[in-house]
């Protein structure tokens, strides 16, 4: 099944600097959705841009879209420390039974 | 914040014992979903249920695996027998979508059953 795939897959960055990662993905989607998971909780839902939509913005938070290179990025602004986590993207395929593929994740660390 | 309530958070038992996890959706959400996540395989689905009826479960292994939902406030997973291998977080999460895609709206994930088989 197509999977998103995340790069780079650790980032350690210091408090206040900019933090982005990117998702490549192999085939034709619906939408694409990026999640948040802490340590020992669960994915939470950050936002979904769909494939006609190329960025989209929600409070610090910055997504992208580029369907002909099929891959996104989310970008983080102004990192704090409790942005530290692991983010997933996930993609939803055109076809077949759409259920969303979750890559592997990247772990982001924000040093304070 | 309506929340998806998971129980047990933590299990501990020896291999052949018989294992129920239990979920209660976020109410009015008409799709749940069965996650497990381990650091080889990262999140597999493993199966979904729309208004109480399974629809995928072909991500789960048959023979020791079963998922029902009894009512629309409970969803359970049981492994048995269980093994070693099935430890893993498995997670439920629920969702409210339309028509068939189930993809096509976010997923509203709990804080999962971390599980270890002995």
């Known amino acids: 099944s197509q999977q998103g795939e995340e790069d780079p897959q650790a980032l350690s960055i210091q408090e206040g600097e900019n933090a982005t990662m990117n998702c490549s993905y192999k085939?034709?989607?619906?939408?694409l959705q990026w999640y948040r998971q802490n340590s020992g909780r669960g994915l939470v839902h950050l936002i979904l841009i769909r494939s006609n939509e190329r960025e989209k913005h929600s409070g610090r938070l910055r997504v992208t879209l580029d369907t002909s290179k099929k891959s996104s990025s989310l970008l983080i602004t102004a990192s704090r420390a409790a942005d530290t986590a692991s983010y997933f993207c996930?993609?939803?395929?055109?076809?077949?039974?759409?259920?969303?593929?979750f890559g592997k994740g990247n772990q982001v660390v924000v040093i304070p | 914040d309506a929340r998806v309530t998971q129980t047990p958070r933590h299990k501990v038992t020896e291999m052949g014992q018989e294992v129920t996890m239990r979920c209660q959706p976020i109410l009015g959400h008409n799709t749940v979903f069965w996650y497990r996540q381990t650091m080889m395989q990262g999140l597999e689905l493993l199966a979904y249920f729309r208004n109480r009826a399974p629809l995928d479960d072909s991500g789960m292994p048959k023979d020791r695996f079963s998922a029902e939902m009894p009512d629309a406030t409970l969803a359970t997973l049981k492994i048995q027998p269980s093994e070693p291998r099935d430890s893993a977080v498995y997670f439920c999460a629920s969702g409210l979508v339309g028509g068939d895609r189930v993809g096509n709206q976010p997923q509203h994930f709990g804080d999962g059953t971390r599980l270890s088989i002995l």
């Open positions: 996930a993609t939803a395929p055109i076809w077949g039974n759409n259920r969303l593929a």
């Open positions: 085939t034709s989607i619906n939408n």
